[in-house]
């Protein structure tokens, strides 16, 4: 006597499955089922450079997690002035929620934001950015210093069947604010220095020694 055995599918209207159907290519493969792969990686480092060249809340709603937070001594840097008593301290989370980020990004002039490299592994991507123009409002300084930074964008796994497979939950990200700083007429360097170069270990004047 034949049994046939019907196996029910489970359909989740509005939801997108956390389940990775790929398998393997060897029991010795080193594959993770969760784990992202370059192009998923690019996605999520052009995810994160849309919301400083062309920010929308809806893209930030899109690709930040509910948990999202931001650390960032460099932003903090310049919400201060490079001042370093204040108003925020250093070593804190520059924005501690997805709506806080909103807010902050959101009343923010959009910047060039060109990505030089990415790396990842499973759930994080690491990017190297540059900005050749930091400032795009009026009375900026010509030529502008361009901003080259780092950004360790830790992701939150939603489903590969899911619009945005990976969310950016947890972002690290610094830079050099000084020439930021420069930018947005803040600080003012002394070009017409002749002394010695930092860490020379001499001093400007005359030579007293005999």
Same mark, same amino acid.
């Given at each position: 006597m034949r049994f046939a055995y019907v196996l029910p599918t489970l359909v989740a209207l509005g =939801?997108? *499955?956390a389940l990775d159907t790929r398998q393997s290519e060897s029991t010795n493969s080193c594959h993770k089922i969760n784990c992202m792969d370059d192009d998923q *990686?690019? @996605?999520? !480092?052009? /995810?994160? =450079?849309?919301?400083?060249? !062309? +920010?929308?809340q809806?893209?930030?709603? =899109?690709?930040?997690? %509910?948990?999202f937070s931001d650390y960032s001594d460099s932003v903090i840097a310049l919400i201060d002035s490079g001042?370093?008593? &204040?108003?925020?301290?250093?070593?804190? *989370?520059?924005f501690s929620s997805r709506a806080q980020f909103e807010q902050g990004q959101g009343g923010q002039?959009?910047?060039?934001? /060109?990505?030089?490299?990415v790396w990842h592994n499973c759930d994080t991507v690491t990017l190297r950015w540059?900005?050749? $123009? %930091?400032? %795009?409002g009026p009375g900026a300084p010509s030529p502008q210093a361009p901003v080259t930074g780092i950004i360790v964008l830790?992701?939150?796994?939603? &489903?590969?069947?899911?619009? $945005?497979?990976?969310?950016? /939950?947890? @972002? +690290?990200?610094?830079?050099?604010? *000084? !020439?930021?700083? +420069?930018?947005?007429?803040v600080f003012m360097p002394n070009c017409s220095s002749s002394g010695p170069p930092p860490g020379s270990g001499t001093t400007s004047g005359n030579n007293t020694n005999s």
């Open positions: =939801a997108c *499955a *990686a690019l @996605v999520v !480092a052009n /995810n994160f =450079a849309s919301l400083v060249s !062309a +920010y929308t809806a893209d930030a709603e =899109a690709v930040l997690s %509910p948990t001042c370093p008593s &204040g108003p925020v301290p250093l070593g804190v *989370a520059t002039p959009n910047i060039t934001f /060109n990505i030089q490299n540059k900005g050749p $123009q %930091p400032n %795009p830790e992701t939150q796994f939603q &489903g590969f069947n899911c619009p $945005q497979p990976f969310l950016i /939950n947890t @972002v +690290y990200s610094e830079f050099n604010s *000084a !020439a930021w700083l +420069y930018d947005l007429n």
